[in-house]
């Protein structure tokens, strides 16, 4: 008769006794092997390998000596399993539906000693469901009571462990503020109010070189010694704790422990909060939200009024001049400017002003403690690369006013934006906003209008030009068509329709110089090219180079 191999399992919850010469999972394992042996008669036979799990949870199937055993199931290694009682495999229905699936596979049979049956018959199979129900059941039953127990606990207000948060420290039940720590908390909420913005707040915390205080939890796990993050900071300024208040799930409850933040604080940084989302949800639901909406007006002072245009599936926005009655003077032509050309001019004007920030400050009549010299270089250079960016919160806290002129911009900058942008508490009272003067005009290209900087030909970089891409495709498939058909240039005018002279104008615009086209599929071309004069030249020289100093004036 050939030898049953048995395997034997242990498991046990808690890892309280394990360290015991005689513990729980040897008891286990000696009931288990006394077993096999009584049925030698059989051919049992108990094999050498260990199956031991101490101090883990049956509700989870991600145990070592588990998948151990799994594993010599499938290699073969295994004839009949042997547990002490049923619950020590698994408390979970679903898990020993998967167990039982995967010895059945490997024709492997499944023993418990202390309840006498086995998956071998159907009775045995009946009599593990239903143990495995209620253990299942019993299980759950703890868990409802342990989930009343803490809702209930926390009802009172009472701290009911996990990770200590940033400016208490746990003390029974219920948490001691850390002075130290609290002082930071105190100062974010602060600083907040006067930045109103989460991205610039952290970034003024990286440069004023104050990260997330060092910590060790309860468990030894080491906290902090990082500069701070964005999701830190929403979860600092958003946790009712820190107002004295414990949560459980959508209830905030009176906590035991005394509050950090006041509560007049807390609801303006909760208000603030609440606006920015809104405001993002809102400029979310453009595609390219406008930076200047409500701070552009024309030299008379009207407003000029956010708006776009979608052709061919392309949106290009504009800032759209009214009267004061909100319709363009009678005989008079709308202004309208080009929105991405405006914000990049006055952005960059912008940020090359607060590079120097000194001067500027200056201007507004800021006078500035000596230890806020010292760091202001860091926070100003900072920034400006966001302002270079386009970042739609530093422009708009920073920018009072746009005044569009005939042939300036005049931007109106917010003295008190400023400084709490750049963190800085003045030593008297801000009145004056400074004032910055960029020469630009307006000047018609073809159909669109384009947005001049100083008195050069070229154009602010832009939405590139409908016609102009149009022109250049046409020309690419053209010269393909000639050359996949051996067309001539008059064949390839009867067949589209158009003069041999205009075929021929357009197919030799497929030979333009790779700056040219790169200026024009960019936007960044000269404002004086366009269709017509593409079109209108008597001669487009061969050299790229000279192409160059033609059309780009390079």
Same mark, same amino acid.
């Given at each position: 008769?050939?030898?049953?191999?048995?395997?034997?399992?242990?498991?046990?919850?808690?890892?309280?006794?394990?360290?015991?010469?005689?513990?729980?999972?040897?008891?286990?394992?000696?009931?288990?092997?006394?077993?096999?042996?009584?049925?030698?008669?059989?051919?049992?036979?108990?094999?050498?390998?260990?199956?031991?799990?101490?101090?883990?949870?049956?509700?989870?199937?991600?145990?070592?000596?588990?998948?151990?055993?799994?594993?010599?199931?499938?290699?073969?290694?295994?004839?009949?399993?042997?547990?002490?009682?049923?619950?020590?495999?698994?408390?979970?229905?679903?898990?020993?539906?998967?167990?039982?699936?995967?010895?059945?596979?490997?024709?492997?049979?499944?023993?418990?000693?202390?309840?006498?049956?086995?998956?071998?018959?159907?009775?045995?199979?009946?009599?593990?469901?239903?143990?495995?129900?209620?253990?299942?059941?019993?299980?759950?039953?703890?868990?409802?009571?342990?989930?009343?127990?803490?809702?209930?606990?926390?009802?009172?207000?009472?701290?009911?462990?996990?990770?200590?948060?940033?400016?208490y420290e746990a003390n029974g039940r219920t948490l001691a503020a850390d002075e130290k720590h609290a002082l930071l908390i105190r100062s974010i909420f602060e600083r907040y109010l006067k930045v109103r913005n989460v991205r610039l707040l952290t970034a003024q915390l990286a440069d004023n070189g104050i990260h997330v205080p060092k910590r060790v939890t309860g468990t030894g796990r080491k906290l902090g010694g990082m500069p701070f993050t964005r999701g830190q900071i929403y979860k600092i300024l958003s946790n009712p704790i820190y107002m004295g208040k414990i949560c459980h799930k959508d209830d905030i409850y009176d906590g035991q422990h005394d509050a950090i933040v006041d509560r007049e604080t807390w609801d303006r940084v909760q208000a603030q909060l609440e606006a920015n989302t809104q405001g993002e949800?809102?400029?979310?639901?453009?595609?390219?939200?406008?930076?200047?909406?409500?701070?552009?007006?024309?030299?008379?002072?009207?407003?000029?009024?956010?708006?776009?245009?979608?052709?061919?599936?392309?949106?290009? &926005?504009?800032?759209? $001049?009214?009267? /004061?009655?909100?319709?363009?003077? =009678?005989? +008079?032509?709308? %202004?309208?400017?080009?929105?991405?050309?405006?914000?990049?001019?006055?952005?960059?004007?912008?940020?090359?002003?607060?590079?120097?920030?000194?001067?500027?400050?200056?201007?507004?009549?800021?006078?500035?403690?000596?230890?806020?010299?010292?760091?202001?270089?860091?926070?100003?250079?900072?920034?400006?690369?966001?302002?270079?960016?386009?970042?739609?919160?530093?422009?708009?806290?920073?920018?009072?006013?746009?005044?569009?002129?005939?042939?300036?911009?005049?931007?109106?900058?917010?003295?008190?934006?400023?400084?709490?942008?750049?963190?800085?508490?003045?030593?008297?009272?801000?009145?004056?906003?400074?004032?910055?003067?960029?020469?630009?005009?307006?000047?018609?290209?073809?159909?669109?209008? &384009?947005?001049?900087? $100083?008195?050069? /030909?070229?154009?602010?970089?832009? =939405?590139? +030009?409908?016609? %102009?891409?149009?022109?250049?495709?046409?020309?690419?498939?053209?010269?393909?068509?000639?050359?996949?058909?051996?067309?001539?240039?008059?064949?390839?005018?009867?067949?589209?329709?158009?003069?041999?002279?205009?075929?021929?104008?357009?197919?030799?615009?497929?030979?333009?110089?790779?700056?040219?086209?790169?200026?024009?599929?960019?936007?960044?071309?000269?404002?004086?090219?366009?269709?017509?004069?593409?079109?209108?030249?008597?001669?487009?020289?061969?050299?790229?180079?000279?192409?160059?100093?033609?059309?780009?004036?390079?």
């Amino acid at each position: 008769m050939n030898k049953v191999r048995c395997a034997i399992y242990t498991r046990k919850s808690s890892e309280e006794g394990l360290e015991q010469n005689f513990n729980s999972l040897d008891a286990q394992r000696e009931a288990c092997a006394a077993y096999i042996l009584s049925q030698a008669s059989e051919s049992w036979s108990q094999l050498p390998e260990i199956y031991d799990d101490g101090g883990i949870s049956g509700g989870t199937l991600e145990r070592p000596a588990l998948q151990r055993l799994l594993g010599d199931i499938d290699a073969g290694m295994i004839d009949i399993v042997v547990v002490y009682k049923v619950d020590r495999l698994t408390r979970s229905l679903l898990d020993f539906a998967k167990l039982v699936e995967a010895m059945d596979k490997a024709e492997v049979s499944f023993v418990s000693v202390t309840q006498s049956f086995n998956t071998t018959t159907s009775m045995g199979r009946l009599t593990l469901n239903m143990l495995l129900s209620f253990a299942q059941f019993e299980r759950e039953v703890t868990a409802e009571r342990i989930r009343d127990k803490i809702a209930a606990s926390k009802a009172k207000g009472m701290w009911m462990g996990g990770v200590v948060p940033l400016g208490y420290e746990a003390n029974g039940r219920t948490l001691a503020a850390d002075e130290k720590h609290a002082l930071l908390i105190r100062s974010i909420f602060e600083r907040y109010l006067k930045v109103r913005n989460v991205r610039l707040l952290t970034a003024q915390l990286a440069d004023n070189g104050i990260h997330v205080p060092k910590r060790v939890t309860g468990t030894g796990r080491k906290l902090g010694g990082m500069p701070f993050t964005r999701g830190q900071i929403y979860k600092i300024l958003s946790n009712p704790i820190y107002m004295g208040k414990i949560c459980h799930k959508d209830d905030i409850y009176d906590g035991q422990h005394d509050a950090i933040v006041d509560r007049e604080t807390w609801d303006r940084v909760q208000a603030q909060l609440e606006a920015n989302t809104q405001g993002e949800q809102q400029a979310r639901t453009a595609s390219s939200p406008s930076l200047l909406a409500g701070k552009a007006f024309d030299s008379d002072g009207n407003p000029l009024v956010a708006s776009h245009a979608t052709k061919a599936k392309t949106r290009n &926005r504009y800032y759209i $001049g009214k009267g /004061s009655d909100g319709k363009a003077a =009678e005989g +008079q032509r709308t %202004l309208r400017v080009p929105a991405l050309e405006l914000e990049k001019v006055v952005c960059e004007a912008v940020a090359t002003e607060v590079e120097q920030p000194l001067g500027l400050l200056a201007k507004a009549g800021v006078e500035l403690a000596p230890d806020t010299v010292a760091v202001l270089g860091g926070r100003a250079a900072s920034l400006a690369t966001g302002l270079q960016k386009r970042e739609r919160a530093a422009a708009r806290i920073c920018i009072e006013k746009i005044t569009i002129g005939p042939s300036q911009l005049v931007i109106e900058l917010s003295a008190t934006g400023l400084c709490s942008l750049l963190s800085i508490a003045p030593t008297s009272q801000v009145t004056t906003n400074p004032a910055l003067t960029v020469a630009a005009s307006l000047r018609r290209s073809g159909r669109a209008v &384009r947005l001049i900087q $100083g008195g050069l /030909s070229k154009s602010i970089e832009g =939405e590139p +030009q409908e016609h %102009l891409l149009k022109l250049l495709h046409r020309a690419r498939t053209w010269w393909q068509m000639m050359l996949d058909r051996k067309l001539t240039v008059s064949a390839l005018a009867r067949e589209q329709q158009v003069t041999s002279s205009y075929a021929s104008r357009v197919v030799r615009l497929h030979f333009l110089a790779p700056k040219i086209v790169e200026a024009i599929v960019t936007g960044k071309q000269p404002v004086d090219l366009d269709a017509k004069k593409l079109l209108g030249l008597s001669d487009l020289p061969l050299a790229w180079k000279e192409q160059e100093e033609l059309l780009l004036g390079a």
